[in-house]
């Protein structure tokens, strides 16, 4: 990012631009912790900008810049780089005097440097790719939701926003799943709207997650468990974690697996996953069975290390207006991750497909 000041914005911005760092205007934007204008800029939270003064032009003297602000990362004749190693939410904005001169004319433009926030959390959000039975409890691992931050260290929050259509159930967060109770009434499409606020409450726009509810003949349930973090490789048998409740004995499979935040899991075809860790952060990834008479049933399987086995306990799902903190950190985005989403009206499936691991 940078600012480039011109001969005549370097006339307009000698003593008008300095009056009006001293004057109101300057007091309302250092108050706000934000500024506008041609001599306002914002630097990219982890990044940087440069002031660069218009061609012909030089500063003249770095100690005024360097005193003003600590984001001043350098200071040259030809280019002045800031720099934002953090965020501050309450920071105010910091003038910074830079003198000027073209060799005849020498001027003081005074240059408002304000924080730029981190960029908002996303939520992947689409059509969920496996049917709930009408009456059931889904528990939706955080893992499904495709939820990336760029600054939630201490894990985020969750809110429900609320679930069309009227009388379609109630969801609510748990702290390490997105519970959603549809009706013993209702089939059709639910959608459950959902939105993500980073540790400096900071909201992504809502996003829709479309499930398919269907009328039950039995009941299939697959748990959804808790277990130790290990240092390497674990291999977890799935199929002893589901249930089935009601008439007949239909096979039931494992139809795939759902994506790991942070390590990476494939799935068999006999009911087993192996999960590979990355790091000592809490993981986790959703499996999906159905039985041979059409039931379907959705479970997860997180992984905790030790310290923190007693705190990802799932609580009660509870419904708040502020959100519900995440007991799980969500993935960083990486540069690239717009680009890299698929449309069309096959990409549910090719989705599915990548992230199933079904060998």
Request: hydrophobic share 45%; net charge negative; with cysteine.
């Amino acid at each position: 990012m940078t600012a480039a000041l011109v001969v005549v914005g370097a006339v307009i911005a000698g003593p008008a631009a300095a009056a009006y760092a001293e004057g109101d205007g300057a007091a309302d934007a250092a108050a706000s912790g934000s500024a506008s204008g041609p001599t306002s800029i914002a630097v990219p939270y982890l990044g940087s900008a440069a002031i660069e003064p218009g061609e012909g032009w030089q500063i003249t003297d770095c100690a005024g810049p360097r005193a003003a602000s600590p984001l001043v990362a350098s200071c040259e004749p030809a280019k002045i780089t800031l720099s934002a190693p953090s965020f501050d939410p309450e920071a105010p904005v910091t003038i910074v005097p830079v003198p000027l001169s073209n060799g005849r004319t020498s001027i003081l433009v005074d240059y408002s440097v304000s924080l730029a926030p981190p960029e908002a959390p996303t939520v992947a959000g689409g059509a969920y790719g496996h049917p709930v039975a009408a009456g059931s409890t889904m528990l939706l691992p955080l893992s499904d939701l495709g939820i990336a931050c760029a600054v939630c260290a201490e894990g985020g929050a969750l809110d429900v926003v609320e679930v069309r259509p009227e009388g379609a159930g109630a969801a609510a967060s748990n702290g390490t799943h997105l519970v959603f109770r549809p009706s013993a009434g209702f089939t059709g499409d639910a959608e459950l709207v959902v939105r993500y606020a980073d540790d400096y409450g900071t909201w992504s726009v809502d996003a829709s997650i479309v499930v398919p509810v269907y009328a039950p003949s039995a009941t299939l349930i697959a748990s959804s468990v808790t277990t130790p973090l290990g240092d390497g490789p674990q291999t977890v048998d799935l199929m002893p974690l589901v249930f089935r409740f009601g008439s007949g004995d239909a096979d039931i499979t494992l139809v795939g697996c759902g994506s790991a935040i942070h390590g990476s899991v494939v799935c068999a075809p006999d009911g087993t996953a192996v999960y590979a860790p990355s790091g000592a952060s809490v993981d986790q990834f959703s499996y999906h069975v159905v039985s041979a008479d059409g039931e379907h049933a959705t479970g997860s399987v997180t992984f905790v290390p030790d310290a923190a086995e007693q705190a990802l306990v799932p609580a009660s799902a509870i419904g708040s207006d502020d959100g519900v903190p995440s007991k799980i950190v969500p993935r960083v985005p990486v540069e690239g991750d717009a680009a890299g989403v698929r449309s069309g009206i096959f990409a549910p499936l090719i989705e599915t497909l990548d992230r199933a691991g079904v060998r």
